[in-house]
């Protein structure tokens, strides 16, 4: 079993940056690991994934050019920078993580998810 743990949230204004951890613990070999939102009232999305050693990464269209994903496997965290922060991306943020996944950006393919971390940009 995997426990993973976001951390970073938080408010900031339009234009800010943030930074989102996630610590793995457990059995920690993940294949995949991504980040997903939910705003209020709407789905959860798909934000961003990357491949075990970082050499596939995936951005949903909303916010490629400025966030960043990245792994660290020796510590066991996945890392979201998050410039250019619009009042749209507010929401809760969820780290997930899987293996044998064939679609990146598909909330049912992932196994293990965080609690999520409130990220807030205001106007």
């Known amino acids: 079993q995997v426990q993973l743990v976001e951390s970073g949230g938080g408010l900031v204004q339009a234009g800010g940056s943030l930074r989102l951890s996630c610590a793995a613990s457990?059995?920690?070999?993940?294949?995949?690991m991504a980040w997903f939102r939910q705003a209020p009232g709407q789905e959860r999305e798909f934000v961003a994934a990357?491949?075990?050693?970082?050499?596939?990464?995936l951005y949903a269209d909303s916010v490629k050019g400025r966030f960043t994903i990245s792994r660290d496997n020796a510590e066991n965290t996945v890392a979201l920078q998050m410039n250019g922060l619009k009042p749209e991306d507010t929401a809760v943020y969820y780290c997930?993580?899987?293996?044998?996944?064939?679609?990146?950006?598909?909330?049912?393919?992932?196994?293990?998810w965080g609690q999520g971390t409130q990220v807030t940009v205001s106007s």
């Open positions: 997930a993580g899987g293996r044998g996944i064939r679609d990146y950006s598909t909330e049912s393919e992932y196994d293990y």
């Open positions: 990357s491949s075990w050693r970082g050499g596939t990464t």
């Open positions: 457990g059995r920690t070999f993940t294949s995949i």
